[in-house]
Protein backbone atom coordinates (compact mmCIF):
# COMPACT_ATOMS: atom_id res chain seq x y z
CA UNK A 1 0.00 0.00 0.00
CA UNK A 2 1.36 3.39 -0.80
CA UNK A 3 1.08 6.23 1.41
CA UNK A 4 0.54 9.52 -0.13
CA UNK A 5 2.67 13.04 0.20
CA UNK A 6 -0.12 14.68 2.70
CA UNK A 7 -0.36 10.95 4.87
CA UNK A 8 1.93 11.52 7.98
CA UNK A 9 2.85 8.64 10.68
CA UNK A 10 5.64 6.44 12.49
CA UNK A 11 5.10 2.41 11.70
CA UNK A 12 5.03 0.03 14.08
CA UNK A 13 8.53 -0.63 13.60
CA UNK A 14 9.51 2.66 14.81
CA UNK A 15 7.34 2.82 17.47
CA UNK A 16 8.80 0.25 18.77
CA UNK A 17 12.61 0.99 18.21
CA UNK A 18 12.01 4.54 20.22
CA UNK A 19 10.39 2.58 23.07
CA UNK A 20 12.86 -0.03 23.23
CA UNK A 21 15.18 2.90 23.50
CA UNK A 22 13.57 4.87 26.13
CA UNK A 23 13.12 1.49 28.12
CA UNK A 24 17.39 1.21 27.59
CA UNK A 25 17.95 4.77 28.68
CA UNK A 26 15.78 3.86 32.01
CA UNK A 27 17.54 0.43 32.78
CA UNK A 28 20.68 2.55 32.70
CA UNK A 29 19.99 6.13 34.44
CA UNK A 30 17.19 5.00 37.07
CA UNK A 31 19.25 2.83 39.58
CA UNK A 32 22.17 6.16 39.56
CA UNK A 33 19.04 8.44 40.38
CA UNK A 34 17.00 6.37 42.82
CA UNK A 35 19.98 5.55 45.13
CA UNK A 36 20.94 9.47 45.39
CA UNK A 37 17.98 10.33 47.28
CA UNK A 38 18.99 8.05 50.29
CA UNK A 39 22.26 9.61 50.23
CA UNK A 40 20.39 13.20 49.80
CA UNK A 41 18.40 12.61 53.03
CA UNK A 42 21.34 11.61 55.14
CA UNK A 43 22.96 14.94 53.72
CA UNK A 44 20.11 17.23 54.74
CA UNK A 45 19.46 14.92 58.18
CA UNK A 46 23.07 16.72 58.85
CA UNK A 47 22.67 19.84 57.59
CA UNK A 48 19.52 20.37 59.90
CA UNK A 49 21.47 18.90 62.83
CA UNK A 50 24.03 21.42 62.48
CA UNK A 51 21.30 24.19 62.11
CA UNK A 52 19.82 22.93 65.24
CA UNK A 53 22.97 22.75 67.20
CA UNK A 54 23.89 26.61 65.80
CA UNK A 55 20.19 27.74 66.61
CA UNK A 56 21.08 26.60 70.17
CA UNK A 57 24.51 28.05 70.56
CA UNK A 58 22.58 31.71 69.55
CA UNK A 59 20.04 30.81 72.53
CA UNK A 60 23.08 30.31 74.87
CA UNK A 61 24.62 33.55 73.67
CA UNK A 62 21.25 35.06 74.28
CA UNK A 63 20.27 33.43 77.82
CA UNK A 64 23.18 32.48 79.29
CA UNK A 65 21.65 28.47 79.21
CA UNK A 66 20.89 26.17 76.38
CA UNK A 67 17.21 24.86 76.38
CA UNK A 68 17.39 21.46 78.65
CA UNK A 69 15.92 18.16 77.16
CA UNK A 70 12.53 18.76 78.57
CA UNK A 71 12.15 21.90 76.93
CA UNK A 72 13.77 20.70 73.77
CA UNK A 73 13.96 21.78 70.27
CA UNK A 74 10.34 23.73 70.34
CA UNK A 75 12.23 26.10 72.72
CA UNK A 76 14.17 27.57 69.64
CA UNK A 77 11.02 28.35 67.96
CA UNK A 78 9.47 29.64 70.71
CA UNK A 79 11.71 30.50 73.59
CA UNK A 80 10.85 30.16 76.88
CA UNK A 81 9.87 32.63 79.50
CA UNK A 82 12.65 31.72 81.49
CA UNK A 83 14.73 32.68 78.52
CA UNK A 84 16.55 36.19 79.76
CA UNK A 85 17.39 38.22 76.34
CA UNK A 86 15.11 35.43 73.67
CA UNK A 87 15.31 36.63 69.78
CA UNK A 88 11.60 38.04 69.30
CA UNK A 89 11.31 35.90 66.35
CA UNK A 90 13.19 32.53 67.61
CA UNK A 91 15.78 30.94 66.26
CA UNK A 92 14.44 28.40 64.40
CA UNK A 93 11.35 29.45 62.20
CA UNK A 94 9.74 25.68 62.98
CA UNK A 95 10.50 22.49 64.46
CA UNK A 96 12.16 20.53 61.55
CA UNK A 97 11.19 16.67 61.62
CA UNK A 98 14.01 14.57 59.65
CA UNK A 99 13.85 13.79 55.61
CA UNK A 100 12.18 10.72 57.05
CA UNK A 101 9.48 12.41 58.61
CA UNK A 102 10.89 11.42 62.16
CA UNK A 103 11.40 13.98 64.90
CA UNK A 104 15.25 15.31 66.29
CA UNK A 105 15.91 13.98 69.52
CA UNK A 106 17.67 16.71 71.63
CA UNK A 107 19.51 16.30 75.12
CA UNK A 108 20.67 18.66 77.04
CA UNK A 109 21.78 19.67 80.84
CA UNK A 110 20.96 23.54 79.63
CA UNK A 111 24.68 24.18 80.85
CA UNK A 112 27.27 22.11 78.56
CA UNK A 113 26.83 20.36 75.44
CA UNK A 114 23.98 19.93 73.12
CA UNK A 115 23.32 16.80 71.26
CA UNK A 116 21.03 16.23 68.49
CA UNK A 117 19.96 12.80 66.80
CA UNK A 118 18.00 12.07 63.83
CA UNK A 119 17.31 7.69 64.14
CA UNK A 120 17.72 7.22 60.64
CA UNK A 121 15.35 6.14 58.12
CA UNK A 122 13.61 3.28 60.21
CA UNK A 123 12.99 5.66 63.30
CA UNK A 124 14.37 3.27 65.68
CA UNK A 125 17.95 3.15 67.63
CA UNK A 126 20.78 1.93 66.50
CA UNK A 127 20.86 0.31 62.54
CA UNK A 128 23.04 0.08 59.76
CA UNK A 129 23.62 1.78 56.45
CA UNK A 130 20.64 4.00 55.94
CA UNK A 131 18.88 2.97 58.93
CA UNK A 132 21.88 4.40 60.97
CA UNK A 133 21.16 7.21 63.87
CA UNK A 134 22.92 10.68 62.87
CA UNK A 135 24.39 11.57 66.11
CA UNK A 136 25.34 15.64 65.73
CA UNK A 137 28.65 14.32 68.12
CA UNK A 138 29.47 11.94 65.48
CA UNK A 139 29.64 15.21 62.73
CA UNK A 140 32.78 17.04 61.90
Known amino acids: MQRSATQAGFTLIEIMVVVFILGLLVTLVAPRIIGRTDEARVTKAKADIKAIEEAANLFKLD ?16 PPPRAR ?12 VDPWGHEYLYQSDGQREVVVTSLGADGTEGGEGYNADIDSRALE
Do not use: H, M, T
Request: net charge neutral; no cysteine.
Open 63 to 78: NGFYPNSGEGIPALVQ
Open 85 to 96: RPNPDGYLPKVP
